[in-house]
T-cell receptor, first 110, second 113 residues
Framework: AQRVTQPEKLLSVFKGAPVELKCNYSYSGSPELFWYVQYSRQRLQLLLRHISRESIKGFTADLNKGETSFHLKKPFAQEEDSAMYYC????????????FGGGTRLMVKP | NAGVTQTPKFQVLKTGQSMTLQCAQDMNHNSMYWYRQDPGMGLRLIYY???????DKGEVPNGYNVSRLNKREFSLRLESAAPSQTSVYFCASYLSGGTYEQYFGPGTRLTVT
């Protein structure tokens, strides 16, 4: 069975500082990895997925199969980045079945 | 286009009471899901429906039942609520061959006393 671990429940940084939200996974096959975000009083929504290799709102994430990690990074945090972030794994590769991590709350202080 | 809607938004139940959480989507998605969100545990899948007429258990199905009424609607029933079912419940939908994204509803906050 697959597992997703986000070791930090809370990450607090100052505006303009770099941000790295950690995500580690365990799965024997080749999964697809996703980052979902929930801003205050908004719905959970997809931020980015590994296969697309996009940068969304300045965030990027690289899949490291050797370390089984999919950390989310942004070089300069903004106050509007404050939200709950969830890493998720799809064993089917297409996102229809997801296993979520426990989530990390990011607080960006002015 | 409302996306995924859930009713009610809030509910307080006494132990042993029953209730049904409603979910509907207007995006013509084939798959629908029910998750529960608990602090520190992320979202855990309760039940899902890959297509109209089918339902399957997820990670934490005990104490719940579901009905895929039609392609649009997927309801979650608690037959005899327990305090351990206090949680925020999210419904989601997904389109096969689409954008790989699950679309979530706004959530239902349930408290069982």
């Amino acid at each position: 069975a697959q597992r997703v671990t986000q070791p930090e429940k809370l990450l607090s940084v100052f505006k303009g500082a770099p941000v790295e939200l950690k995500c580690n996974y365990s799965y024997s096959g080749s999964p697809e990895l996703f980052w979902y975000v929930q801003y205050s009083r908004q719905r959970l929504q997809l931020l980015l997925r590994h296969i697309s290799r996009e940068s969304i709102k300045g965030f990027t994430a690289d899949l490291n199969k050797g370390e089984t990690s999919f950390h989310l990074k942004k070089p300069f945090a903004q106050e509007e980045d404050s939200a709950m972030y969830y890493c998720a794994l799809s064993p089917t590769g297409v996102g229809n079945m997801l296993t979520f991590g426990g989530g990390t709350r990011l607080m960006v202080k002015p | 286009n409302a996306g995924v809607t859930q009713t009610p938004k809030f509910q307080v139940l006494k132990t042993g009471q029953s209730m049904t959480l409603q979910c509907a989507q207007d995006m013509n998605h084939n798959s629908m899901y029910w998750y529960r969100q608990d602090p520190g545990m992320g979202l855990r899948l309760i039940y899902y429906s890959a297509s109209e007429g089918t339902t399957d258990k997820g990670e934490v199905p005990n104490g719940y039942n579901v009905s895929r009424l039609n392609k649009r609607e997927f309801s979650l029933r608690l037959e005899s609520a327990a305090p351990s079912q206090t949680s925020v419940y999210f419904c989601a939908s997904y389109l096969s061959g689409g954008t790989y994204e699950q679309y979530f509803g706004p959530g239902t906050r349930l408290t069982v006393t």
